[in-house]
């Protein structure tokens, strides 16, 4: 990274590549670790998974959220609501208590200037 680039560009490089992943283990670890004791649901198809998504309400983060935490899939299965990244950490989490010898991948895709939420998609 070049020193002539503005102090924006070179802070958003270093909360992407390191920043934001060091604040969400940190809430992680100290906000959502009670969430770890909860039994997800056994699913058998995709359908499962499906109907347990369904039970689900999108919320969006707080106004104190400084970074996007991916909460742990237990924690969004516990509070039935969470952000497209606690969606989607709970499918996989699910498609791979159904299928183990499958990795699903979580692929984030934000926008500028949008004030939609940017969605995540589970490839196996």
């Known amino acids: ?3 002539t680039e503005p102090i924006e560009d070179r802070f958003l490089v270093w909360w992407l590549r390191s920043g934001r992943t060091r604040g969400a283990r940190f809430h992680r670890r100290f906000f959502e670790r009670k969430y770890l004791k909860v ?3 056994q699913v058998t198809s995709v359908e499962d998974v499906k109907g ?3 039970q689900l309400v999108w919320k969006r983060d707080g106004p104190l959220y400084l970074f996007d ?3 742990h899939p237990q924690k969004t299965w516990a509070q039935k ?3 497209c990244d606690g969606f989607s950490s709970l499918a996989a989490a699910l498609l791979k208590q159904w299928r183990p010898d499958s990795t699903p991948v979580l692929l984030t895709a934000a926008s500028p200037g949008r004030r939609k939420p940017h969605c995540l ?3 196996l």
Do not use: E, G, T
């Open 52 to 54: 347990c998504l369904a």
């Open 81 to 83: 609501n969470d952000d």
């Open 121 to 123: 998609r589970i490839h």
């Open 1 to 3: 990274m070049k020193l």
């Open 39 to 41: 039994i997800l649901p």
């Open 69 to 71: 935490c991916i909460s």
